[in-house]
Structure formats: structure tokens, C-alpha cells
């Protein structure tokens, strides 16, 4: 039995136009053909976790999907074996992989020097038109591997409505438009947005100005081929699903049955990726993509970079605010993370954290869409350095130099857990994650450690050193209990709106049933 099980009852980023030339890769830099062919990579392990411009080792397999009706229905793969790569081989740049000039001084500028593996393995086969099953953790670049493709497609032969990328939620929608401009900045590509909980009126404008791109939440991409006049995706020739898991756990699967209705099969490229490989993304994928080759980094569902230090602390329940401020007060400067269970909870601790001096800043899905993507703005700015989220923060947001996640309330399960600490330790720098672990969580923590296929640090702290911060944070938390009294006595004189409309599904049709807006669940 484990030391803390036997504690369980006894705690502690020139013009583009229709007309513009065409740019062409150089024919030497055309990566060979793979097909009908499984290439198994595995790296170097050593890695220097300081390093920001080398991507960090994965094990790499690419394989060949090959469409039959038979192997649909029994969900096999077929495929031939190749010699490995030498692991000696020196890493490849974007120029190595076929990526023309523009595009790789754009990523160089951005400061991606090297690719990620996903890149690496990813690219070479959608320049050659291939679609692709992208399975690989958060933080491993997925955004660029599918950008840079549709990118030099487009400059190739540019047109409006180029590109459709789907994604779960409204921050990441305008992260990936962003990712899509800063690499395109050189030629001016169009982007819009289409998410829910916006005006759809200036989003309809936005298409009216036929971007290239359209990055949006399925809902509303579907709201607007249903209802805006003039658009249409009938010329789409590039189609990505991002976050596909999170995309079905979301109930998007209907909704993503009618888009791809109207989406043209013929001549359109389609890229799926995911951080896993369920029963529904493998029907997804069937239903979407052509003959696709699957690129996978991850040899675990649950696997974590190298480059993540994780650490849990057992706690008394009592005492977490106390060990939350100690822990804070060691790690002042960096950027930090807070995962809580409830919206509730997000905000009582933002307060109280506020009240005792630290910059701290709300995170949840009850705040509008301007008030989220300011909270985001001043955490990516570090006007702010603390960020206390619920779980709408714990997938697809790319903040590259998080330092600290601390899960104050564990996560309801290892998959969660995941998502929630690869906000840190991304593109192959280091990161912390702690876990505070009480005499009512020492059940779960074990399933996540038994998932994680590995047992986690306990990081020991002086109790007599957390109790000296008692007075001080005492007054701070009836400061934050008589605020979120006042929130919430506010909220009762206009909050009947917003209970009414969470009990109809955010404004959605179908009474009860989940709205297309209703894009972030929460508990609590």
C-alpha cells in the first residue's frame, strides 16, 4: 500500500488576391511518397528541458489507412513496414520538409526554428494532398502542422473560402485565426470568426468580405450556411477538425453530420485531429476522410511531456486556501494557472487572491465573450499573472510560457488531467504542475497516477510555515465571502435571465436540450 493511501484517514502568425501568382515549393524539396507504408520513429530521449527552440522527443508512428469497405467495417489498417529512420539523422527544418521560403521565414519569425514532430511527420504528407489523422497531446504544435499546408495550398492557387477549420470552443477559434494570420502576415490572409455567443449581423459582414479562412464553432458555422444569405462552402478545398474528441464530447456530432452534407467530397482535403482515439472520432474519421494516413506522437492516451514536473501535495480540505497562498508566495513572477471545480469556486478565489495582492484574474463560462477574451488578453499580456480557470480553460488554449498549473480541486478524471496540466511544459519547455490532494481525494488521485502509469512526487510543506499566513488570510476570505454575497444578491435582481436561459439550453432550439452557443460546460 502507498504511503498516501495508508493516509486516507489521516490527512494533509505582399498582398493576396484572387490574381496574385502563384508561389510554387521547389520541386527538390517535395518530400518522397509514403504510401502503403508504416514508418516507426523513436528518438533520442535525452532532452534539454530548458531549450525553447528544439521540439520535444516523441515516439512517432505514421501509417496507412487504406479504404475498403471490409476494413471499415472490422476498423482495421492495413499497411507494409519500413526500416526506421536513423536516430541519428540530423532534425529537420521547415525548408527540409517542403515548406516554400515565405512560409518558413513567417514560422522563423514567429520562432518556431525547428518543427515539432507533429509537423515533422504531418506536413510532408498533406503537401503531397494527403488527409491525415493527427493524434498528439496538447501543446505539440497541431496548429501549425495543418496551417502551413493550407497555407502554401492557398498561395499556390488563392481563393475565398478556402479553408474551414472547425473547433470546440470560442477561444480556441480565435487562437487558431490568429496562428492563421501571424504565419500568413506576408500575403495578407483573410480570416473570420464564427462563434457562438456573438452577434451573428458583423459576422455575416465578415463573410460578406470573402476571407480565406473561416475558423469556427460548429454550431454557428451551421447557423450561418442555414440562414445568411450569399454563403457557401461549395468551393471548400481544405476541411480541419481540431480537438475532435473534445469536438463529440461536446455533442457536436449531429451538427457535424449537416456540415459535412453541404462540404463538397470531391477535390477537398480534409484534416482531423485529436488528443485521442475514440470509438467516435474513429466514425468520424470514416465518414470524413479519404483514404487518410494517421500520424500519432502519443503512445499513451494519457501520456505528458518530458518536460513537465509533476508534484502533488496531501492537505488537510480545510486548509487549501492557506497552502495556495504559501505555494503562490514561492513561485512569485511566474505565470500560473488555478483549475477549480466550479464557477463558484473560480470566482471566490479570485477574489480572495485579488484581496491579498496577487494578480489574479476569473477564467469561466459564465462570463460573456468579451469578458473571457479580456481575462485572456491580460494573462497573455502578464498585466495579470494568475489565471483561475474551470475547465473551459483546460483544452486548445495555446499561452506559451505558462509556468505553474495547480489543480486546487482535482479534476473529475485522468483524461481531464491531462488536458488541464499540458497548459504548461508546451513546444519543449519546462513546466510544474501540482496537485493539492485531501482526505476526500486520495481515491481519485490514485486512478489518475494508475492512468499516468507512474506514481507522482509528493512535495512535502512545513504546515507551521502555511499556518503563519492564517490571520491574513482569514480577513481575505471573508472579504471574498461577503463580495460573492453581494455578487450574487446582484445577480438575483437580473440573474432569473440567465438561470432561464440556461435552463433552455443558452437561447438554443429544443427546450431542455444543449444549445449550439452552449459551447463550455461547467459543474456547479
Not at 469536438?247 to 485531429?273: A, N, Q
Not at 496577487?358 to 495579470?384: C, E, M, T, V
Request: with cysteine.
Amino acid at each position: 500500500m502507498s504511503a498516501l493511501k495508508k493516509r486516507k484517514l489521516n490527512p494533509g502568425n505582399s498582398s493576396l488576391s484572387d490574381g496574385a501568382p502563384r508561389i510554387k515549393p521547389s520541386k527538390t524539396s517535395q518530400p518522397k511518397s509514403t504510401k502503403n507504408a508504416i514508418v516507426s520513429k523513436t528518438k533520442a530521449s535525452s532532452q534539454d528541458d530548458t531549450t525553447e527552440s528544439t521540439p520535444p522527443e516523441r515516439n512517432v508512428t505514421v501509417s496507412e489507412d487504406v479504404e475498403s469497405e471490409a476494413h471499415d467495417q472490422a476498423g482495421e489498417e492495413s499497411a507494409l513496414e519500413t526500416k526506421p529512420t536513423d536516430e541519428d539523422a540530423p532534425k529537420k527544418s521547415f525548408s527540409d520538409l517542403g515548406v516554400i521560403d515565405s512560409l518558413s521565414e513567417a514560422c522563423a519569425n514567429m520562432g518556431y526554428k525547428l518543427p515539432t514532430p507533429i509537423q515533422a511527420e504531418s506536413i510532408p504528407l498533406a503537401l503531397q494532398g494527403r488527409d491525415i489523422i493527427g493524434l498528439a497531446e496538447t501543446g505539440s504544435g497541431k496548429t501549425a502542422a495543418f496551417a502551413i499546408p493550407i497555407l502554401q495550398a492557398l498561395m499556390e492557387k488563392p481563393q475565398p473560402f478556402f479553408g474551414l477549420v472547425l473547433a470546440p470552443t470560442r477561444e480556441l477559434a480565435y487562437q487558431i485565426s490568429q496562428q492563421f494570420e501571424a504565419l500568413g502576415s506576408l500575403i495578407n490572409v483573410r480570416c473570420a470568426v464564427l462563434v457562438g455567443g456573438m452577434d451573428m449581423v458583423p459576422q455575416a459582414i465578415a463573410l460578406g468580405k470573402r476571407p480565406h479562412i473561416v475558423v469556427a464553432s460548429p454550431g454557428r458555422v451551421l447557423d450561418h450556411l442555414e440562414n445568411t444569405k450569399g454563403f457557401s462552402l461549395r468551393n471548400l478545398k481544405y476541411l480541419v477538425m481540431d480537438e475532435a474528441d473534445r469536438l463529440l464530447d461536446l455533442d457536436f456530432g449531429p451538427v457535424l453530420d449537416k456540415i459535412l452534407k453541404v462540404l463538397p467530397r470531391e477535390g477537398r482535403h480534409t484534416y482531423l485531429f485529436s488528443a485521442t482515439m475514440s470509438s467516435k472520432v474513429e466514425s468520424l474519421q470514416r465518414a470524413s476522410l479519404h483514404n487518410p494516413v494517421r500520424v500519432s506522437i502519443s503512445s499513451s492516451a494519457h501520456q505528458t511531456v518530458s518536460t513537465l514536473v509533476q508534484k502533488y501535495i496531501f492537505l488537510p480540505h480545510k486548509h487549501k486556501d492557506l497552502y495556495l497562498i504559501h505555494l503562490l508566495n514561492d513561485n512569485t513572477g511566474q505565470l500560473c494557472i488555478i483549475f477549480t471545480r466550479t464557477v463558484n469556486e473560480t470566482q471566490r478565489i479570485s477574489i480572495l487572491l485579488r484581496t491579498l495582492g496577487f494578480g489574479a484574474i476569473p477564467l469561466h463560462g459564465q462570463l460573456s465573450q468579451s469578458a473571457r477574451l479580456g481575462s485572456l488578453n491580460k494573462f497573455r499580456g502578464r498585466s495579470r499573472d494568475i489565471l483561475v480557470a474551470t475547465d473551459v480553460a483546460a483544452r486548445g488554449l495555446d499561452i506559451p510560457s505558462v509556468d505553474l498549473v495547480v489543480n486546487f480541486d482535482l479534476p473529475p478524471d485522468s483524461k481531464t488531467y491531462v488536458h488541464r496540466v499540458g497548459r504548461t511544459a508546451r513546444a519543449g519547455k519546462s513546466g510544474k504542475a501540482i496537485s493539492f490532494v485531501t482526505q476526500y481525494d486520495v481515491e481519485i488521485w490514485l486512478r489518475i497516477e494508475n492512468a499516468l502509469g507512474k506514481k507522482v512526487e509528493e512535495m512535502v510543506v512545513d504546515k507551521e510555515e502555511a499556518v503563519v499566513l492564517a490571520e491574513r488570510v482569514g480577513e481575505a476570505q471573508r472579504v471574498a465571502v461577503r463580495e460573492m454575497k453581494d455578487l450574487h444578491e446582484g445577480r438575483g435582481k437580473k440573474g432569473s435571465v440567465l438561470k432561464g436561459r440556461r435552463r433552455d439550453g443558452g437561447g438554443g432550439r429544443g427546450g431542455g436540450k444543449r444549445g449550439r452557443d452552449d459551447m463550455d460546460r461547467e459543474e456547479g
